[in-house]
């Protein structure tokens, strides 16, 4: 029951927004969750211990080597621009880290306190931050799927400006152009398996 980490590239701490819609005209698309990012992190400790991996704490600033590798895989990206992919970062990689722990532990997928089913019928479209939400396909077939990468900078703006009473017109229209630039660099993929 994981979140969506590593399979961008590197995020570098920029949210995974991705788009579907269930093109089957007879089936619904479900997915189960057990919740958010946030409240898995709070109610599982073994989350924060896959997130340190070797390490004592959890880390998410590039150090020299990580600042190095990016600058190689930027400079390769320039030639061959799947090369991005390669790119990594300690966040990338303890978010894969947690990925993995949720998708792996017997322990985590055997409890299923808090779970319960998102059903998507034929035809709906829905959109959703993957990297916040537990989400696995339980059913169904055919979907298109796109994805935006969001940098951060755009969704820890809003509440900011929320508190002190204004808003700014400007930064809402740059992230939405940014994420229809961003999905339309990116290929639809359809995701055919239940
Ligand atoms: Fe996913």
């Known amino acids: 029951m994981p979140i969506d980490a590593g ?47 070797k390490g004592n704490r959890i880390t998410v600033d590039k150090n ?19 090369a991005k992919v390669f790119d990594s970062s300690p966040y990338d990689r303890a978010m894969r880290r947690i990925h993995n ?3 792996e532990s017997l322990d985590f ?29 339980v059913s ?8 935006a990468i969001i940098p951060l900078a755009f969704i820890v703006a809003e509440p900011r400006q929320r508190q002190q009473g204004s808003s700014s017109p400007r930064q809402g229209r740059l992230a939405i152009q940014f994420m229809l630039h961003q999905s339309a660099s990116h290929s639809v993929v359809v995701a055919t398996g239940s």
Request: net charge positive; proline share 5%.
């Open 101 to 103: 722990y949720m998708k």
């Open 140 to 147: 169904g077939q055919y979907a298109l799927i796109t994805t």
């Open 7 to 53: 399979a961008h590239g590197a995020t570098n701490g920029n949210r995974i927004l991705r788009f579907f819609v269930n093109i089957n005209p007879d089936r619904d698309r479900v997915w189960g969750t057990k919740g958010s990012f946030r409240s898995l992190f709070e109610r599982y400790d073994a989350l924060s211990t896959a997130a340190r991996g």
């Open 64 to 82: 020299f080597a990580d600042r190095c590798f990016s600058g190689l895989v930027k400079s390769l990206s320039k030639l061959y621009p799947l």
């Open 109 to 137: 997928r055997e409890d299923q306190r808090e779970y319960r089913e998102i059903r998507y019928p034929p035809f709906s479209a829905w959109s959703m931050f993957t990297d916040g939400i537990s989400h696995p396909v």
